[in-house]
Nanobody, 115 residues
Framework: QVQLVESGGGLVQPGGSLRLSCAAS????????MNWYRQVPGKERELVAG???????NYIDSVTGRFTISRDNAKNTVFLQMNSLKLDDTAVYYC?????????WGQGTQVTVSS
C-alpha cells in the first residue's frame, strides 16, 4: 500500500521557518522524483520544488533562495526547509512522487504564515 505522509506544517510568523517532511512507503522511493506542491483555495495546485532520483533540484522563482528540498533515500523521506516565510506562502503543501507513468500524493499539511 502506497503512502505519503506529510508533517511539519503549522502557524508561523512572517520571516520564520518551518521544515516539512514526507515519509514514503509502499514503493521504490529512491527511483522516484519527489516534489512539493502547494494550493490555496480558488487556485490551481502549483509545483514549489522538486528533486530527482539523482538529487537535481528545481524551484519556482518565488521560493528560490528561501526553500530547500532534500531527500534521504535511506529513510524514504523528502524534506522541504522553508526559511524567510512570507504571507503568500500560506497554503496546503502536498508531497508528490512521480516516475514510470505513476504518481502518488500525500494528504497535505497546512502552512499558515500570519502575524
Amino acid at each position: 500500500q502506497v503512502q505519503l505522509v506529510e508533517s511539519g506544517g503549522g502557524l508561523v510568523q512572517p520571516g520564520g521557518s518551518l521544515r516539512l517532511s514526507c515519509a514514503a512507503s509502499g514503493f521504490m522511493f529512491s527511483y522516484y522524483t519527489m516534489n512539493w506542491y502547494r494550493q490555496v483555495p480558488g487556485k490551481e495546485r502549483e509545483l514549489v520544488a522538486g528533486i530527482s532520483r539523482s538529487g537535481s533540484t528545481n524551484y519556482i522563482d518565488s521560493v528560490t533562495g528561501r526553500f530547500t528540498i532534500s531527500r534521504d533515500n535511506a529513510k524514504n523521506t523528502v524534506f522541504l526547509q522553508m526559511n524567510s516565510l512570507k504571507l503568500d506562502d500560506t497554503a496546503v503543501y502536498y508531497c508528490n512522487a512521480r516516475a514510470y507513468g505513476q504518481e502518488y500524493w500525500g494528504q497535505g499539511t497546512q502552512v499558515t504564515v500570519s502575524s
